[in-house]
């Protein structure tokens, strides 16, 4: 386990022994990809950590917008969260039950909307299960707590902003989806886009961020996994995925890192790949 950081990553021991603090709030980000059939919100009622709330990724979202769960306006950030009882002054710890997936994703909504007091928990739901800690079916008690909201547009682009860094090249594009994905060789699992990646990105699959037991791998293990994507690390990253979840998990690497000058494309190839102005290439880096 990495040093413990309460603004990227936190280790199942450091969220026991804060759990009882006044001004922590715990939330459930679990995401599940739409095929595998699996309602997070559900299984979050059976069971979760103690006082941890559920996080609706889908619902905290544009919902104005055609694509999947595309950061919401500030103003509904807020009152969501509002609503949770989560607000200013909060240390927040987020998990999922795949271990690390979805909730780096909710990380980095905290931070889009200029709240870094956020960590994932390092192997999320499984690892605090295995070790045998508690967990409890009861709905949180929840008191609101004012929330303000200042969206950091440093961290997220849109597709005309990714495709001009991809014509001039001056920034590292990088891609969490499968090689397969990424090479064009494996389908699409949402109907109607493309196959391929976008021209001069490189393929990170997330996996490749993490051990075997779903938490994330040490800062040196990390850059040794970015070296050997062939980005070039000295420009500013942008981050891509499916929609917008897993690309995040590359953000907090970064910032495990110490690499600061990173940005999300929300629309990822959600957008890329149904946009029908753009190229896209196919094969291997």
Known sequence: MSQDDPRTLVGTGWLAAHIKDPDLRILDGTWFLPDEGRDAR????EAHIPGARFFDIDDISDRSSDLPHMAPPPEKFMSRLRAMGVGDGHQVVVYDAQGL???ARVWWMFRLMGHPDIAVLDGGLPKWRAEGRAIEDLPPMVRDRH?????QN???RDVTQVSAASKLE???ILDARSAGRFAGTEAEPRPGLRSGHIP????????????DDGTMKSPDDLRTEFAASGADLAKPVITTCGSG?????????LERIGKTDHALYDGSWAEWGAFPTVPVETGEN
């Open 154 to 156: 440093h961290m997220i």
């Open 200 to 211: 001069g990105s490189h393929s990170l699959h997330y996996r490749r961020l993490l051990n």
């Open 147 to 151: 929330m303000t909201a200042r969206r």
């Open 101 to 103: 997936f979805s909730a």
């Open 245 to 253: 979840v897993t690309a995040a998990i590359i953000n907090l690497a």
């Open 170 to 172: 001056d920034h590292a």
């Open 42 to 45: 559900a299984e979050y009622e």
